[in-house]
């Protein structure tokens, strides 16, 4: 099969597209035929050397995908070839930069059938961080004030409709560019934050939802209520003012759970959430789609078309 590798860490230009093994599965596996990969700020921070994330080499990166099952475990039961499907496979191994991917069965649900291979494959990862971020460690409630960092992003515009459609208002922080595009999604304010200090003009906040750390975390802190909840991707590093402050904090890697993904899935179909796809490479161009990615700014998700 085609696939992209890394034999050592280092910057873009380690990826190699070349023929790689197909992957044998387990009892528990499935083997999917990959249609699209989403592209994701994990894959650069795995290629770079990110210790949190260290494995064997070669290596193929990728962690997000829409395909059908070509094969079944001996121990599955709930699926069979045929079945579209997509999801975020485990971290700790191979990916699907490739024509092909062995993945738990427990860890995928039915794709959307509202939208395509392309646009479903950057659904699994930033959908279930969106999801999990807001419900199981931010418990959003309806009519809760909810402040989203990086708005615009890949995890930014799954939380915006998301809490939106949990009757939440919602307030996000982007580039002047995105504001109407994210008014469209239903966000009840944006601020430009290359114009406008969130913390000098906001107050009461029920929960943040923070994709980008440092005096952005800090700032955030200023504009939760008492009881409030700062939930964050990249780590909580104020622990102590958020306890003199009583304010919750929460730092989390989303987890594949097949009955978010299905859920997720099922508000696609309905409508009510719409994902984004700003970027489509082929699969010998990861390495232009993830400098793209690493450079920042982009709307929505960059995804690598791998089949037809």
Not at 38 to 50: A, E, F, L, Q, S
Not at 151 to 175: E, H, M, N, R
Not at 259 to 274: E, F, N, P
């Amino acid at each position: 099969m085609k696939a992209v590798e890394i034999y050592k860490n280092g910057g873009p230009e380690v990826l190699q597209y070349e023929e790689a093994a197909k992957p044998q599965i387990n009892p528990d596996d499935v083997l999917v035929k990959v249609y699209a990969s989403g592209v994701n700020p994990i894959d650069y921070k795995v290629r770079n050397g990110d210790g949190r994330y260290a494995g064997a080499f070669p290596r193929i990166l990728g962690w997000d995908f829409s395909g059908v099952i070509e094969q079944t475990g001996s121990k599955v039961q709930d699926w069979k070839p045929g079945d579209a499907v997509y999801g975020r496979p485990d971290i700790n191994r191979n990916g699907t930069y490739a024509e092909y991917v062995a993945v738990r069965a427990d860890e995928i649900a039915r794709k959307p059938k509202s939208i395509d291979h392309k646009a479903a494959s950057g659904v699994a990862l930033a959908g279930l961080t969106a999801w999990q971020g807001l419900f199981k460690y931010g418990m959003l409630q309806p009519e809760q004030r909810v402040l989203i960092h990086g708005a615009a992003g890949g995890v930014g515009i799954f939380a915006v409709q998301l809490a939106k459609a949990k009757g939440a208002y919602v307030i996000g922080t982007a580039s002047e560019k995105n504001i109407l595009f994210l008014e469209e999604l239903g966000a009840d304010e944006v601020i430009d934050y290359e114009k406008e200090d969130f913390s000098a003009r906001l107050s009461d906040i029920d929960l943040v939802f923070d994709t980008r750390g440092g005096k952005v975390q800090q700032d955030s802190i200023k504009v939760l209520k008492p009881h409030g909840v700062l939930v964050s991707t990249v780590g909580i590093r104020y622990p102590e003012t958020l306890k003199t402050k009583d304010i919750r904090g929460a730092a989390f890697m989303a987890q594949s759970v097949p009955a978010d993904l299905q859920q997720i899935a099922d508000l696609i179909d309905r409508g009510v959430v719409i994902p984004v796809v700003s970027e489509i490479f082929s699969l010998k161009e990861a390495a232009k789609a993830q400098q793209l990615l690493e450079a920042g700014h982009t709307r929505g998700k960059i995804v690598l078309q791998v089949a037809e």
